[in-house]
């Protein structure tokens, strides 16, 4: 019998996956744990809040372009699953490489980050209301799609 993993587990390796930089893994785990550390200090579940920060952060939809008789159309696509997880995943960590939080502290950005997001406070939150608000206006050509 096959053993199910739980997905903060897996929501663990692919946010380990997003900060690796140049094949350096143990640095990156290094930082994640240093953010649990964080989330406890808080006293916050780590595996619940970052479960539902990055639930909070998936966007359903993205634009595209299409090209149709020599124009170029924006036209809406639904995302799968696992494309979700992985826009949110990396739109959290975009905020921890902005130029004001370069000389703070990495593991702390990151921390509070991720509680702004559980919370439904977060400017990640925010990009993806603004995407939505493009999708709406670009939605008259969702027929351009296939």
Excluded at 24 to 39: G, N, S, W
Excluded at 62 to 91: E, G, M, N, Y
């Amino acid at each position: 019998m096959v053993e199910r993993i739980p997905k903060y587990i897996l929501l663990e390796q692919k946010i380990i996956g997003q900060l690796i930089k140049s094949g350096k893994k143990i640095r990156a785990e290094k930082l994640l744990k240093e953010v649990f550390f964080f989330l406890i200090q808080k006293k916050v579940s780590p595996a619940k809040t970052l479960f539902v920060a990055v639930f909070n952060c998936m966007p359903l939809l993205h634009l595209r372009r299409v090209r149709r008789k020599r124009k170029t159309f924006f036209v809406p696509f639904p995302l799968s699953s696992s494309t979700q997880i992985q826009i949110a995943i990396k739109s959290i960590l975009k905020v921890m490489k902005n130029k004001e939080n370069r000389r703070k502290n990495k593991s702390k950005v990151l921390c509070e980050e991720i509680i702004r997001a559980s919370n439904g406070q977060s400017q990640t939150i925010q990009n993806v209301q603004d995407s939505y608000k493009q999708i709406l206006q670009n939605r008259i050509y969702k027929h351009y799609r296939w």
